[in-house]
């Protein structure tokens, strides 16, 4: 991204941003690897452009190039780090590799180890796989060892890009021989297991220690606040994404020339977001639902799902089926008894994490092994 193209984000974030708050995400790729040169630049810029406002900067990595210079520059400036982490050793390696084809386990807890000696905010970043996603117990243990207290758990659902809502054409792979690209894919009813055992651990020992993105995102839909996770919420497009030429685009997911809303150089963020093509890219989200979710008693939770993984062909419906759909029903029948409790005591303005003596007490009890599968 040249200078001209990073100043003129930064100052037009600024310009257009409706809160004091102004959220910078940089990611790649791998963005450690734009090298330390061109973050000091975004924060010479943002100092330049802030005025009143507040800036939070969080980067998304693999966490290979973290070293000393890394956390000092992160923790002076407080950015929060997200790194990948698939889970222990054998999980997380079946399918991060290094460059050089080597495993990168060991290399990333040690960022994580350098990242916790500086006292930097970091979380973590799981992808749900068709491997790891069969050993929730031990994912969780490797996050909850490598010091992690904020992990979000990400499905990887792979026909990619060749989807419906979004100009694309749609791929049913029901349709289709089961390629190279479904590999790594978790299953549906794998990624209900994995949600269902790392919750229930959650619930009866964890809650108020450990930020789990997707539970407290599903207890905030429950209580009708807006997500944080877009996956998550009514519409699309939260996340506004700047390519290194200045294009932008409605998500990170849809970067193809038919949902480039226009380049930074050109167009302010206040003008593109409210072009009638990102409007049009946020509500199809909603407007293309089938009609088992919008009879779906657990639409408000879900909301249909990411339109990315809607390509499952329902008998009669024009609209495509989230593939995930079978998984996240059973997950949200089990965890809803538990939720429904914490959001009652979140109301009467007590801890959530009072589920936990409530399940010891016998309050609340549910048979796990009746929702899996
Ligand atoms: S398409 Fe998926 S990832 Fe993109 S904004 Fe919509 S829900 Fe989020
Ligand atoms: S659980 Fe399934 S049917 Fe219900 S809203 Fe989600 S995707 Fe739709």
Aim: hydrophobic share 40%; proline share 3%; net charge neutral.
């Amino acid at each position: 991204m040249s200078d001209t193209v990073l100043e003129t984000l930064i100052s037009k974030a600024f310009l257009s941003s409706p809160s004091m708050d102004v959220v910078f995400v940089w990611h790649g790729g791998e963005p450690l690897l734009a090298g330390i040169d061109f973050f000091r630049k975004i924060v010479t810029f943002q100092k330049k452009y802030q005025g009143q406002h507040r800036v939070f900067n969080s980067i998304q990595t693999n966490g290979l190039l973290i070293n000393v210079t890394w956390c000092e520059f992160f923790k002076v400036n407080d950015f929060l780090v997200g790194v990948s982490l698939d889970g222990p050793e054998r999980l997380n390696d079946e399918y991060r590799k290094r460059k050089d084809g080597f495993a990168s386990f060991k290399t990333i807890l040690k960022g994580i180890k350098l990242l916790t000696n500086y006292k930097v905010n970091f979380n973590t970043l799981t992808t749900v796989n068709k491997t790891n996603s069969h050993f929730p117990d031990k994912v969780f243990d490797a996050l909850i060892d490598a010091g992690s207290t904020n992990i979000q758990f990400i499905p990887i659902v792979q026909p990619g890009m060749n989807q419906i809502n979004h100009n694309l054409p749609a791929v049913n792979p029901k349709k289709n021989e089961r390629t190279e690209q479904f590999l790594w894919a978790v299953d549906a009813d794998a990624y209900g297991n994995f949600l269902i055992r790392i919750f229930n651990r959650w619930v009866h020992h964890y809650v108020g220690k450990l930020f789990v993105s997707n539970f407290e995102s599903l207890l905030a839909n429950y209580l009708g606040y807006i997500s944080i996770i877009c996956t998550e919420s009514s519409r699309c497009g939260t996340g506004i994404v700047v390519e290194c030429n200045g294009d932008v685009f409605s998500c990170d997911h849809y970067v193809i020339p038919v949902n480039k809303l226009g380049n930074i150089l050109d167009y302010s963020f206040h003008d593109m977001v409210n072009s009638q093509e990102h409007q049009r890219f946020s509500n199809k989200k909603a407007e293309m639902l089938t009609g088992d979710c919008l009879s779906c008693e657990y639409l408000k939770l879900c909301f249909g799902g990411c339109p990315k993984d809607r390509f499952v062909s329902l008998n009669g419906s024009e609209n495509l089926q989230n593939y995930l759909c079978l998984g996240l029903k059973r997950f949200y029948s089990y965890a809803i008894p538990y939720i429904r409790f914490m959001a009652n005591e979140l109301e009467n303005h007590r801890s959530p994490a009072n589920i936990m003596l409530a399940i010891k007490n016998g309050f609340i009890t549910s048979k796990i092994d009746a929702y899996l599968t």
